[in-house]
């Protein structure tokens, strides 16, 4: 099991940028899937990006269409998702999720470790 904490959520104008991190506490980070997912009011959650242990194969959400992109470092145990582009539609709750797998998962109840989430809002 790991343990997520979030940051880096916050306010952005339409067509502003915003980095959000997820710190992960526990043993072999390497071994664990890390995603992103986001949830607005009234919506299912939705995938927004994942990455591999090694971190050389991701995977984005359709609605992405090049504005995100999700990174980590093994070292210091963290990951990160820099999103551009952000529009009012990309407000949302966003996550971070762990999956002990070496495969790539789009689905939410395929990982087993959350974090409380970060608010993300687009507005002028």
């Known amino acids: 099991q790991v343990q997520l904490v979030e940051s880096g959520g916050g306010l952005v104008q339409p067509g502003g940028s915003l980095t959000l991190s997820c710190a992960a506490s526990g043993r072999s980070f390497s071994n664990y899937i890390m995603a992103w997912f986001r949830q607005a009011p009234g919506m299912e959650r939705e995938f927004v990006a994942a990455?591999?242990?090694?971190?050389?194969?991701?995977l984005y959400g359709d609605f992405v269409r090049g504005r995100f992109t999700i990174s980590r470092d093994n070292a210091k145990n963290t990951v990160h998702v820099q999103m551009n582009s952000l529009q009012p539609e990309d407000t949302a709750v966003y996550s971070c999720?762990?999956?002990?797998?070496?495969?790539?998962?789009?689905?939410?109840?395929?990982?087993?470790?959350w974090g409380q989430g970060t608010q993300v809002t687009v507005s002028s």
């Open positions: 999720a762990a999956r002990r797998s070496r495969t790539i998962a789009m689905t939410p109840p395929l990982y087993d470790n």
């Open positions: 990455i591999n242990g090694a971190g050389d194969s991701t």
